[in-house]
């Protein structure tokens, strides 16, 4: 099958003829062998010649380099062979020649073909020059002619030895150069006939395999020599049937397949080009942009339907081809139209330049002019104009902005700055007012998340916040602290929503913010006015009601004990009526600082007035008893703490400060409850009652009372 696909039933008798003369000189070579080798290497010459004078006589026609530099080639090859020949062992032509010549000559024979077989397929796409490839080569033949015939080249032979070194490693090289040219070849198959492509590569193969041959042999008569001209016989006659019969059968396309290629090459770009046309011109009609290319004189090449259009420009206009006449009615609508000739004139001035500006026209209308040049192999040849129409859009700019800026001014006003964070939180918008609210500029928060300026301690919760807001695509507001560049920390006010892309994905958050510091420091003033004592600090009556209230609703839950603590200061007036109110709230200070050193984080003390105080001990044991006993420790401690000497100094500015030392102890009643108690001021009652009983019994001492019908204890 492979066979048929290659060659042709015609071909078989040329191949019959071949195999004939092959016969012909094995017979030969048994009863002469200077003859036998004479035949084959004329053999090769002639194809050598042949190839040369095809090539030139039919270059002209060929775009293909690869064929030009075998051509190239081969003349000065077949010549090299004439004299390898000619002074073969036993020719006896010239005088004073040795055995090394015949295979100098040889070697320059095979690097010179191996050269022009491996460089061949890097010029099939490429046009050689033919006269200077083969001058190329007849001069490279010419130098290594004269080395040889003055003895520069290694000897390559020894009678006796056989072979030298030189002789072999350079037929190694040939060797690796043609394996290199038959990969060559390989590659750029496409190039080729498939009979060409097969002949050409049995050639290289063989030729390979000869010259392996040739490294073997130790005397001109050797087996491996003979076998080595056998393999070189078929390699040539594979080039003869590959290079000349095929030339001569079929000179027009000379083994590459060139001017039907050429021919098919012409139509397929024919094709392109139209293809190109036809999809320039529907790109230029179907864009929304006015297009006019004009070349370098200013004359119009193409303009598209749109150009007419939007210059409004008529038929009789675009009819009469005046160019002249289009641009004045093009000028006429224009309100700067000087302005326009002298933007034009500039830019034919600078070729290279690109263009873009906006014109005005005189109905109102305003056209975006872009200008490019065209270029043909990086020459200026004209300029495309591109016009796009923007009224409604600048109109649209102009009502957008006139819209952003009443917000702005509105937000201003209210003291508030507009931010936009996209959707991994990062600012992308600040307004300016961002200096009076969180103490930096536009510049240094945009690029930046808000939680690098906010308090770590708020950080959890706005998070919570905007994450739901996000997933639930709904506004918020929310307050936290942020910290200025001096470290100063203030309030801010952010109001924020959520907007969307085109599918209704949330991108990102923006809203306004707004410094309420001064705001929240009047809101703790007046929640500590009225949740805690100015003078301790301590909750007042309103605030120990609620978690008195707070505490029996968890007690309903968890079913653990509560206690109240009321205790009166004893002997506290006389301090005060001796000193002075200074004195007494010194007391009244230090007292509260030594009970808080008695109770737990979780406990209240409140000052209820004067010098009676409450104290709300929550979440004591479940067991009654437990509780009491709990209870009663706590304000054993109490009253301990209490009794101890107090030494206060008051300050005096004019006289020297007064150091006074006072002794007073505390009445202390316990209220114990439980979840079947649920009435605060009844627990509140009898607590005040309780601390009364223990005034009674001497002051200094505690009482308690666990139930409303059970005795003091």
Known sequence: MMLNRVFKQSDFAAIVMLLGVFLLLELSRS?????????????????????????????????????IILGGAYGA???????????????????AVDVSYTNQFWLTARFLEAAALLVAPLYINKK??????????FVLAAVAGIAIINRWFPATFVTGTGLTPFKIYSEIVIIAIMLSALLLLYRRREHFDRRIFF????????????????????????????????????????????????????????????????RNSQDELNHKLAKSVSLLNATVESTDDAILVVDLDGTWILHNKRFDELWDISDE?????????????????????????????????????????????????????YSFPQKVDGTVVGRVWRFRDITERKAMEDKLRYSEQRFQDVSNAAGEYVWEIDINLVYTYVSLRSIE???????????????????????????????????????????HRDLTPSGEVVW????????YDHKGNVIGLRGTGLNITDRKSREDQIHRLAFYDPLTKLPNRRLLNERLLHTLANIKRNQRCGALIFLDLDHFKPLNDTYGHVAGDLLLIEATRRMEDCVREIDTIARFGGDEFVILLSDLDTDLQAAITDARSIAEKIRTKLSEPYRLTILDEKNADLTVEHTCSASIGISIFNETDVNADEILQRADETMYQAKKSGRNCIRIHSRADEPLK
């Not at 003859?35 to 004329?42: A, D, G, I, K």
């Not at 200077?132 to 080569?137: A, R």
């Not at 301690?457 to 639930?472: F, L, R, Y």
């Open 31 to 67: 009863v002469h062998y200077l003859f036998f080798h004479t035949m084959v290497e004329l053999l090769s010459i002639v194809v050598s010649i042949s190839i040369f004078i095809l090539i030139w006589a039919s270059h002209r026609q060929l775009a293909n380099g690869y064929l």
């Open 199 to 262: 002949l050409l590569q049995l050639s290289l193969i063989l030729a390979i395999a000869g010259e392996f041959c040739f490294t073997l042999y130790a005397g001109f008569y050797d087996l491996s020599h003979a076998f080595g001209h056998y393999i070189r016989f078929v390699s040539v006659a594979a080039a003869l049937a590959a290079l000349v019969i095929s030339g001569i059968r079929r000179p027009l396309n000379l083994l590459f397949r060139e001017l039907s290629e050429h």
């Open 317 to 369: 206009i675009i009819a009469s081809q005046d160019d002249r006449a289009a641009l004045t009615y093009v000028l006429n609508q224009l309100q700067d139209p000087d302005s326009f000739i002298a933007h034009v004139r500039e830019l034919y001035d600078t070729p290279d330049a690109n263009s873009f500006d906006t014109l005005e026209f005189k109905n109102g209308k305003t056209i975006e002019r």
């Open 437 to 479: 609210v969180k103490g930096y500029l536009p510049e240094q928060l945009i690029g930046h998340t808000p939680i690098e300026f906010m308090h770590p301690d708020d950080i959890t919760a706005v998070g919570e916040i905007v994450n739901h807001a996000i997933s639930n695509k709904s506004a918020f507001n929310l307050q």
């Open 77 to 95: 090859i077949g010549l090299i062979d004439v004299f390898h020949t000619l002074t073969f062992k036993g020719m006896n032509l010239f005088p």
């Open 492 to 499: 801010e006010e952010v109001n924020g929503t959520p907007y």
């Open 128 to 137: 050689p020059n033919l006269f200077h490839v083969s001058l190329i080569f």
